[in-house]
């Protein structure tokens, strides 16, 4: 994700004392009744359950952590990754001339919403239906609209016209596994035959951005590191002569957080370097890669958000406690209904009253219980691709769960690359095992004559 979208965490303690300055007694309160309830060994109320909100009696962020080493863990990831894939590219195909980036971001909701919930639709053992549904909303951004953008209702309406390159980006969650994915298209012509000189300009970036991602999938085999993947993005973007976009950032996921403290950087300053620890990829781990680049000489990323309405997406902070605003509950209350206990970003358009959503949107940013993330731009006159995938490490090697391979007029080849690029890019993701082949019956006996032979 890129870099800087949010406003800075503080740390828990100080939220805390903001938080229980107004209302202590009643916090105190409700915590006493979930330490009572973790000390009974009962379990909080579900949002299946219909009890009102309490994100004190539910803590995600202190969660134990599982593993795909858990095969339930597994096959929701898996799931996820089939299901974000599948929309992702319906979505794509729908990118048309003439297509409503509205309609395209309602469907793409609308889709997950239905797909996601026909899955885990039982009770679990404890008589609660599992979380499922939106982990990102649909965006679709075009042209220097880089990325985070879903309209609102009352915003003008956005029209897909031919030659607009367009990034659609989406999200998948079951029981907090995330999987999310972005994918970039060129709007071509129905009738034209061969790409015109602009279009075959912002060809050449998504063939760049494409084989890095390429690149990177291999270099994140068990053993590889971070700073490996950093410094193969300068020579792809160097070879292409394009730019890395300055903040983008790939993470190690964990439940019911797609942005982990373990992290790849797009490029490198003096600065980055200090904050880029160096990170051994192990199997196991499941990782969003996210690779952007840009042409123009300029890889500067940048927001114009000056108001709530400018922020289309917002996540939850680290804490959360109990509001006492109407407007505030009825806000946790809309996402509670929705099934995913406000830990996965939304929009204001997800709410039936976006009056009473945005002020209550507008309490939660004030109080710094939510965080925004703006609209970021480039310069008109630039093209940003865009590839995401969501990738698992095993010990046989990578496997990338969602996102989609760049489309067929994208020349996927090694002629412009490195040599090493090239070599890497020609190698599988899996672990190559050397295995010995059985040999021959006859084979083996010719071998056992001679070194008899050889005795005698």
Not at 44 to 57: H, L, Q, T, V
């Amino acid at each position: 994700m890129p870099r800087g979208l949010s406003r800075p965490r503080q740390s828990l303690q100080g939220k805390r004392k903001r938080s229980l300055s107004a209302d202590a007694r009643a916090s105190s309160r409700s915590k006493s009744r979930s330490k009572s309830r973790a000390a009974s060994g009962s379990r909080p109320r579900s949002a299946s359950s219909g009890a009102e909100y309490d994100a004190s009696a539910v803590d995600f962020f202190e969660q134990p952590e599982e593993t795909i080493l858990e095969p339930s863990v597994e096959d929701k990831y898996r799931l996820g990754g089939q299901i974000a894939t599948k929309i992702l590219k319906e979505l794509c195909e729908l990118v048309v001339p003439g297509a409503s980036v509205m309609e395209l971001c309602k469907k793409g909701d609308a889709m997950i919403a239905k797909q996601t919930h026909a899955h885990y639709a039982k009770p679990d053992e404890h008589g609660d239906i599992i979380e499922r549904g939106i982990a990102f909303p649909t965006c679709i951004n075009v042209n220097n609209i880089v990325c985070h953008y879903q309209p609102l209702l009352e915003k003008q309406e956005v029209i897909i016209s031919a030659g607009d390159v367009v990034r659609v980006e989406l999200g998948v969650h079951f029981d907090g596994y995330v999987n999310t994915a972005a994918h970039t298209i060129l709007v071509r012509d129905a009738d034209a035959d061969e790409p015109s000189v602009p279009e075959q300009i912002n060809i050449d970036v998504l063939a760049a951005t494409y084989t890095a991602a390429a690149a990177a999938l291999r270099l994140m085999k068990p053993g590889g590191s971070n700073h490996e993947v950093t410094d193969m993005f300068r020579s792809v973007a160097h070879s292409y002569g394009v730019d890395v976009a300055n903040g983008v950032i790939s993470h190690r996921m964990k439940r019911w957080d797609e942005a982990g403290t373990q992290i790849i950087l797009g490029c490198t300053s003096v600065a980055d370097q200090v904050l880029q620890d160096t990170v051994i990829f192990q199997p196991n781990q499941i990782w969003t890669l996210d690779v952007v680049f840009i042409n123009g000489g300029d890889n500067t990323l940048r927001s114009k958000a000056a108001s709530i309405s400018d922020h289309f997406v917002f996540k939850r902070s680290e804490v959360m406690e109990g509001q006492r605003r109407k407007t505030a509950r009825y806000v946790l209350n809309a996402l509670r209904i929705q099934g995913n206990q406000c830990m996965m970003p939304f929009t204001l358009n997800t709410f039936d009253n976006p009056t009473k959503g945005k002020a209550g949107v507008s309490q939660l940013l004030k109080d710094q219980l939510l965080d925004s993330i703006p609209v970021l731009y480039c310069r008109p006159f630039q093209c940003v691709a865009r590839y995401k995938w969501t990738v698992m490490i095993t010990e046989k090697g990578v496997q990338r769960l969602a996102g989609l391979p760049p489309p067929a007029y994208v020349p996927v080849t090694t002629n412009r690359v490195t040599r090493d690029v090239a070599e890497l890019l020609r190698s599988s993701v899996r672990i190559d095992k050397q295995v010995k082949k059985p040999q021959h019956a006859a084979k083996r006996q010719r071998h056992a004559t001679a070194i008899l032979a050889d005795a005698q």
